[in-house]
């Protein structure tokens, strides 16, 4: 599986971005995979940001997330999305998207993850 995550840019407080993640699969569908995004700011260890099983009936979120972003796939796109608003100074990072063979439930731990695309940056300006 490869993954391609794209989106990221500069934006104001208080704005929104979408980022994409597309994969390219053999072998197996894409539908097939749980998929993740993951962040990681300057200095600090990466972390989980949301989550969702392989049909887009089951999502989790870290915290900070919660109520300003929203995780969905489009799983004839091969793509999935992260919906960010009401974007933070803090939510500046390295935005990650994974994908889980396993595919059943939405993980937060990153061991389970088994591919990683190559990260998008997003940064919130004031």
């Known amino acids: 599986v490869q993954l391609q995550a794209s989106g990221g840019g500069l934006v104001q407080v208080g704005g929104s971005l979408r980022l994409s993640c597309a994969a390219s699969?053999?072998?197996?569908?894409?539908?097939?995979?749980?998929m993740g995004w993951f962040r990681q700011a300057p200095g600090k260890e990466r972390e989980f940001v949301a989550a969702?099983?392989?049909?887009?009936?089951?999502?989790v979120y870290k915290d900070p997330a919660k109520g300003r972003f929203t995780i969905s796939r489009d799983n004839a796109k091969n793509t999935v999305y992260l919906q960010m608003n009401s974007l933070k100074l803090e939510d500046t990072a390295v935005y990650y998207c994974?994908?889980?063979?396993?595919?059943?439930?939405?993980?937060?731990?990153?061991?389970?993850?088994?591919?990683w695309g190559q990260g998008t940056l997003v940064t919130v300006s004031s």
């Open positions: 994974a994908a889980d063979s396993l595919g059943v439930a939405p993980t937060q731990d990153s061991y389970e993850y088994d591919y």
């Open positions: 969702i099983n392989w049909s887009g009936s089951n999502t």
């Open positions: 699969v053999s072998g197996r569908t894409f539908s097939s995979y749980a």
